[in-house]
């Protein structure tokens, strides 16, 4: 089991940057992929990014060229980094780790593949 702990939400005008962080403990050395998910008001969760395994990154089209996820191996912390907010970013973020070792990048875009999850940051952004 992998406990995950996200920070760096916040309130933030639109244009302007963010960086959350989510700090892994216990089994991490299991962890195939990291991911980032977010759930607005009244929408479901959404895939935002992920890396895994074999070193690819994955993105949603939504957050490609402004959001950027990254790793800090000896920390056991991983990032994402938020640029050019816009209100339609305004949501709940979540890190996630997957156990599961796919082939390909594209199966981390489903939350379902993940086992573990944080308990979830705040990000609002005002226009």
């Known amino acids: 089991q992998v406990q995950l702990v996200e920070s760096g939400g916040g309130l933030v005008q639109a244009g302007g940057s963010l960086r959350l962080s989510c700090v892994a403990s216990g089994r991490t050395f299991r962890s195939a992929a990291m991911g980032w998910f977010r759930q607005a008001p009244g929408k479901e969760r959404e895939f935002v990014a992920a890396f895994e395994w074999s070193g690819g990154y994955n993105y949603a089209n939504s957050v490609k060229g402004r959001f950027t996820i990254s790793r800090n191996n000896t920390k056991n912390t991983w990032y994402l980094q938020m640029n050019s907010l816009t209100p339609e970013d305004t949501a709940v973020y979540y890190c996630?780790?997957?156990?599961?070792?796919?082939?390909?990048?594209?199966?981390?875009?489903?939350?379902?593949?993940?086992?573990?999850w944080g308990q979830g940051t705040q990000v609002t952004v005002s226009s």
């Open positions: 996630a780790s997957s156990s599961t070792y796919y082939s390909r990048t594209y199966y981390y875009a489903t939350d379902s593949v993940y086992d573990s």
